[in-house]
C-alpha cells in the first residue's frame, strides 16, 4: 500500500505532537513576492459568508501585522490595495486545522504568493490553533518557493507561580 508524502508529514506531525515541545505545523510556499517598495495590501476572506466576521477581523488582523511588519502598506480598501490577500482558515475532520493565504496584484490577478499552515488538533479549537498557523506561515516569509516545511514554534512561557 502506498503513502502519499503529505499523509505520512501529517502522521509524523501527530506522532511527535504529543512529545515535542511546542507547536508543530506542515508549512507550504509558492511565491514571487515582491519587496516591500510602496505595495499596498487589502485582506478579505476566502468565504463571503465570513466578511464583516469578528472570528474572521481576528485572524485577518494577525495576517495584517505580519504584513505590516515586513513593509508592505495597508491599503484604505481592496480597490485601493495593490495586492489583494485571500484568508481562509478552518478545520477539516474534526482534527487537521489549517489556514490558506493567496496575495494577488490587483493590476492583473496574478497570484504572488500562496501558502497553506496546517497542524494536527487535539481539540480543534480555532482560537488557539489558528494563530499559531498564522505565525508559523509567516516565520521565514515569504520562504522558497515550491518548499513544504516544518516549523515548529516555541512553547508559551508558563504563568510565574505565585
Known amino acids: 500500500m502506498a503513502f502519499s508524502p503529505k499523509l505520512l508529514v501529517l502522521a509524523a506531525l501527530l506522532a511527535l505532537g504529543g512529545c515535542a515541545a511546542g507547536f508543530p505545523a506542515q508549512v507550504s510556499r509558492f511565491q514571487q513576492m515582491p519587496t516591500p517598495a510602496g505595495e499596498s495590501f487589502a485582506i478579505e476572506p476566502a468565504d463571503p459568508a465570513d466578511r464583516g466576521g469578528l472570528e474572521f477581523s481576528r485572524y485577518a488582523d494577525l495576517v ?10 495597508e491599503a484604505p480598501s481592496a480597490g485601493a490595495a495593490t495586492l489583494l490577500a485571500s484568508l481562509d482558515y478552518g478545520i477539516v475532520g474534526g482534527r487537521r486545522s489549517f489556514i490558506d493565504v493567496d496575495i494577488r496584484r490587483t493590476a492583473d490577478g496574478r497570484a ?26 509567516f516565520t521565514g516569509f515569504p520562504g522558497n518557493s515550491g518548499e513544504t516545511v516544518r516549523i515548529t514554534l516555541a512553547p508559551p512561557p508558563k504563568p510565574a507561580r505565585r
Open 112 to 137: 504572488v504568493f500562496e501558502g497553506t499552515a496546517e497542524a494536527l488538533s487535539a481539540d480543534g479549537d480555532l482560537k488557539r490553533v489558528v494563530p499559531n498557523l498564522v505565525e508559523a506561515l
Open 64 to 73: 495584517r501585522r505580519h504584513l505590516l511588519s515586513l513593509g508592505y502598506g
